[in-house]
């Protein structure tokens, strides 16, 4: 007896003969830039007097590779003391106008007008709206009233790579559409000078804010970028390593000091698995593009992937000039990879909390 799919499986009978393109991308800051010996002197102002080990981390803004960061809101503010209800308010506004930003330059990137948008995914897990970003912008974009939308909160760093692959996934059903991936985080919102943790001091060393944004179009033929299926892989009982804490006052950031050594132990046992679940082997990959969640991080990957020492360059200079943007920040390098005319095959990856590693193959063509 002949067998008919099911409404419910013909997206994914499609997706298989559906070839997805990153059609444009596009990078958007804040207004207010920071350099890091600027927020050196302010993070000792505020806390030297009150965490008596703050001269024992001061090592760490030098040694960050971080030369400036930007931020939503000038260095000042930082100083009083905030709540949730004027954090979530500027992360209202800043938030939607790093959305417009990021996803206008990737429209124009495109040569796509934002009324053709049939889905848009946007990732965010520095603040709350509702209605999400997306909606708070759409007039100002000019996008149809039926755009289909996807908000995606929780992802942390892990959230740029994770979006593009959902996005992926959503052009791949439906052949012919074009889909929009906005990540957009507000990291210095989250700074707290009322906890005395060291966790909080690393993220004022690392953090900065912006907005990445990728238009996606799928159809019959390959485009000068394609994208394979993205891939995930979650380590048990590692809740703790990265994450926020939820308290009155606002989130406060969980970032271990295991991640660097956990990071050069199991990240090249997790790439592989996603690499041979695409497919692919670490050998057949001309470029990792990773996340840079810090120097010590990117040292690890190029030590655990046997990566010549260096190697990850655009990662570093991605850090030394805005920072460690969560979420974004894999398509900043991406952009960066792009720009330098490196091409092949490469495997877009970050990692975030869950702990997760997240891994998204694709071919630049040249």
Not at 59 to 80: H, K, M, Q
Not at 143 to 159: I, S
Request: glycine letters at 10%; proline letters at 5%.
């Amino acid at each position: 007896m002949l067998h008919v799919p099911t409404p419910a499986l013909q997206p994914a009978y499609h997706a298989a003969k559906t070839h997805v393109s990153l059609a444009g991308l596009g990078i958007a800051l804040p207004p207010y830039q920071m350099r890091q010996d600027d927020v050196l002197a302010a993070a000792r102002d505020l806390f030297a007097e009150k965490y008596p080990s703050f001269e024992r981390l001061v090592p760490a803004f030098e040694n960050a590779g971080v030369d400036t960061r930007y931020s939503v809101l000038p260095i000042e503010w930082f100083s009083e003391q905030h709540g949730w209800a004027d954090r979530g308010a500027v992360y209202l506004k800043a938030a939607t106008a790093l959305f417009q930003d990021a996803a206008t330059a990737a429209l124009s990137d495109a040569g796509i007008e934002a009324d053709a948008v049939d889905i848009i995914v946007t990732v965010s897990s520095t603040g709350i709206a509702t209605p999400t970003l997306e909606a708070q912008a759409h007039k100002a974009m000019g996008f149809r009233a039926d755009v289909q939308r996807v908000p995606v909160f929780g992802l942390g760093c892990a959230g740029g790579v994770t979006g593009l692959a959902i996005a992926r996934r959503l052009a791949a059903a439906q052949p012919g559409a074009t889909v929009l991936m906005v990540a957009v985080e507000a990291c210095s919102l989250a700074f707290r000078n009322d906890r005395l943790q060291k966790a909080d001091v690393i993220a004022t060393v690392l953090f900065g804010d912006g907005a990445a944004a990728a238009v996606l179009t799928s159809g019959a033929g390959e485009g000068a970028v394609t994208l394979a299926n993205g891939h995930e892989h979650l380590w048990p009982d590692t809740l703790p390593i990265m994450g926020w804490d939820v308290d009155e006052t606002g989130l406060g950031v969980v970032f271990d000091r295991s991640i660097p050594a956990f990071v050069q132990e199991s990240f090249r046992t997790a790439v592989t698995t996603m690499l041979g679940a695409a497919g692919l082997r670490p050998d057949q990959i001309d470029r990792f593009v990773c996340h840079p969640g810090g120097t010590k991080v990117v040292e690890a990957i190029e030590a655990t992937m046997s990566l010549p020492s260096g190697s990850l360059d655009c990662e570093r200079a991605t850090l030394r000039a805005a920072g460690n943007m969560s979420a974004p920040t894999a398509l900043f390098v991406l952009k960066r990879v792009m720009d330098a005319g490196h091409s092949g095959t490469m495997a877009l990856c970050a990692l975030g909390p869950g702990f997760t590693a997240s891994l998204l193959p694709l071919t630049v063509h040249r």
